[in-house]
């Protein structure tokens, strides 16, 4: 019996549907790890596509489209009423009014972020406060040291939490069988994690979990992300069920593999230490770079049996000096969405310790790296046509940006607000 685990290769995002809607009929759970830019968010609107009989689905999701259910009335003319607006519409919202959900949505929304909202039902839309402090406060005055400022614009990043507690509260409704949600039979959730830093995508993981195990008698779940550690916590969650793992790639212009993971509950982290490779061979390595590193060395560890995560790298030279780096440079709380390039001195430790943990372990990581130099050789062969039929200086510039490395993390600052709260949990 061969030790490779398994890949299966689809030239259609139906076709990879009708796979994984075939794995559901015996599993309860499927779980995705994909990089940013593979299309996982495409595959849930294809697996909700797919279900669609007389209009009529069966999957209920959560996606990046999500979002895009709701969307802001700033008052531009007086700068006073900041209102969200809700495409009452989707069937997202179906007997939202009659169930009366600001309870559950609260239940959740204070466990991520500290301020509050009203539904108006008649206008379908939603406004926010917070508690601030009183800017008019003295000591020795009446004056209360914190007020309720009404009718703020929230952060996008306190936003996105608000509609992922929406999303848990509807979750829970059709968990507990609400006739408004009896036509769902999955519920597919994509990447929803985008602006949490690492305490909460644990926190976020856990509580989804608990929630879903809760549905495991009537309905049928899948969850992709590209989020490692969120992904570590669902897989263990999950682990005593009856689930299949995969990790999603692109495969060039080929279409797409599904690499099946169950007997290699790790590969995650390979996966996610091939891109650390890339990194390296590419020069952008951002500080946050070294906690994703001490992540996987303490995997590694924790592998072997060992109780610390420096024993990995014992009996190879300046094994004191790397593990010194490793306990200094991975404590700050760097985040992979306001990314700081490293110091050359940094860099080099960096590449150094990588090098000598690749060097010892030889992790076989080749089938990740690959497939992308080919695809971006095909790429350049046919971009080099243009040169020769354009002679054109963009054409070259083209074939830069489309054979430049993808590196983990580096996604598009603009779509991201500061996540403006607290960043620790409350006990």
Known sequence: MSNQPKIYTYKTLSNLVTRLRDDLNNHLFVLIYAYN???????SV?????????????????????????????????????????????????????LALEEKIFAYLERYAEFDFKFDYENWNVTFSKRIPNPDHKPDTEEPEFIIKDNIKISRGEENIFIWCIFLAICELTIDGAESYSWVKYIYIDDPISSLDDNNAIAVASDLSQLLKKGKDNLKFIISSHH???????????????????????????????????????????????????????????????NILRGILEKTSTFFGHDDFSKCIHGIEDEVLYSRALNLLSHGKYSIYEPVEMGE??????????????????????????????????????????????????????????TSPKIVGKIDLSQFEKFERKRNIKK
């Open 37 to 43: 830019g593979t299309g996982k968010t495409r595959l």
């Open 228 to 290: 490692s550690l969120f992904f570590n916590v669902v897989c263990n969650e999950f682990k005593k069920y009856k689930c299949k793992r995969y990790f999603l790639h692109r495969n060039g212009h080929e279409g797409y593999t599904l690499q099946a993971t169950d007997e290699t509950p790790f590969f995650h982290h390979v996966a996610l230490l091939s891109e650390l490779k890339k990194v390296k061979d590419s020069g952008k390595i951002n500080t946050y770079h070294f």
């Open 345 to 402: 001195d940094n860099k080099m430790l960096f590449k150094s310790i990588l090098q000598a943990f690749l060097d010892k372990y030889q992790f076989d990581l080749p089938v990740l790296i690959v497939e992308e130099k080919q695809t971006s050789a095909e790429s350049k062969k046919d971009l080099e046509k243009l040169i020769v039929q354009n002679d054109s200086e963009p054409a070259e510039r083209e074939i830069e940006r489309r």
């Open 46 to 98: 294809e697996f909700k596509n797919k279900g669609k009989k007389q209009d009529i689905g069966d999957t209920l999701y959560f996606n990046a489209f999500t979002e895009d259910l709701f969307n802001w009335d700033n008052d531009l003319e007086n700068d006073l009423e900041r209102i969200l607006k809700v495409n009452v519409d989707s069937k997202f919202f179906n007997g939202f009014k009659e």
